[in-house]
């Protein structure tokens, strides 16, 4: 099978048939099939939504987060690319599983990004994860525990403005302030391929076939478990697309490989940590491929620009393929 995308052509109904022609004519008939067609549309919706489990990654309160009281605000935002969650108290795993005749045992979880402050769960979570499904790698969309961006909607706008403002005028200073927040995400992507390992029969993914992509800050979860040293929760692989330096974590002799993909024209994250990333995996004498677009800034995600960006996850694939996964 292609490692390319496919896409599914919907079913044209031929206007000029004479059934059609008599649904026409007849009202009544053509609204009880309109009908029919909502309520199909519904099911096969609701069908979706109970396929994917949704499993709390801890049994109790979350480690570390045991007073938190902010209340979770899921919202749209064209700027995040539609569905978008803030405030997360209660991190959890969203399951999407392949269909089974296409299932290659493998398995990613997926981070969104979001400065820890918001996860772009539609653009950098669901969207990614149905296209791991259509390419029979089964994925989870992880949940985040995130800083406290406010009740009301003004307060969360001033101060994403100003998390924003402080990355473009320096990244390395306010990547480091997050560091509170970063700590608490971390541990929720260390537990969550923990989690994955454990139930690996139940989803029918193998052991040793679990990797863990992120966009942005979510590629600081994913680098954070690729360079730390508890087995149970060391992903095979890790992926970091458009993320931020590793700032002091130090790439340990038996990293898994990486991949990683950013823009030369990121100002939030610029490319130079990216560069830091590959060349300490390459210090420690570990697999790392590279991607350095001319055009494509930040947050990216699948959407299609007309950028050679917009081809990363098909090179993602393929460099799967390459490792064997």
């Known amino acids: 099978m292609s490692r390319r995308a496919r896409t599914c052509r919907p079913c044209c109904i031929n206007a000029e048939m004479p059934h059609n022609r008599l649904m026409r004519r007849r009202p009544g008939v053509r609204l009880l099939r309109c009908a029919i067609i909502v ?10 939504s109970a396929q994917q489990e949704v499993i709390r990654l801890w049994a109790g309160p979350a480690p570390g987060s045991e007073n938190w009281k902010q ?3 899921d919202f749209i ?8 969650i803030r405030n997360v108290v209660e991190p959890t795993l969203t399951v999407s599983l392949p269909a089974k005749l ?13 400065a ?4 772009s769960w539609q653009k950098e979570g669901m969207e990614i994860a149905s296209w791991l499904n259509q390419q029979g790698v089964a994925a989870f969309v992880l949940k985040y525990r995130l800083a406290d961006t406010g009740a009301t909607d003004a307060e969360f706008r001033s101060i994403m403005g100003t998390v924003f403002r402080k990355l473009v005028a320096d990244s390395a200073q306010e990547v480091a302030a997050l560091a509170p927040e970063a700590a608490l995400a971390a541990a929720d992507g260390r537990r969550a391929i923990q989690l994955v390992r454990e139930n690996a029969a139940k989803w029918g993914i193998a052991p040793d076939r679990i990797g863990i992509l992120g966009f942005s800050a979510g590629a600081a979860v994913a680098m954070d478990a690729g360079t730390q040293n508890e087995l149970v929760s060391k992903p095979n692989f890790v992926a970091s ?14 990293a898994p490989p990486i991949f990683i993909a950013c823009a030369s024209d990121d100002h939030i994250l610029p490319v130079s940590g990216n560069l830091e990333v590959y060349s300490a995996w390459k210090t420690a004498g ?11 800034g930040h947050g990216f995600g699948m959407r299609k620009r007309g950028f050679a960006a917009d081809h990363w996850i098909d090179q993602f694939h393929d460099w799967l393929a390459d490792q064997g996964f």
Do not use: M, W
Not at 104 to 110: D, F, G, S
């Open 71 to 73: 209340k979770e605000v």
């Open 116 to 119: 820890f402050q918001v996860l």
């Open 241 to 254: 697309i458009y993320g931020p330096s590793l700032r002091s974590s130090r790439v340990p002799g038996d």
């Open 77 to 84: 935002d064209p700027r995040s690319g539609g569905e978008t």
């Open 286 to 296: 570990r697999s790392a491929e590279i991607h350095i677009y001319n055009k494509g």
């Open 39 to 48: 309520a199909g549309l519904v099911s096969c919706g609701s069908l979706a």
């Open 102 to 114: 296409a299932a290659n045992r493998t398995a990613i979880i997926v981070c969104p990004g979001g």
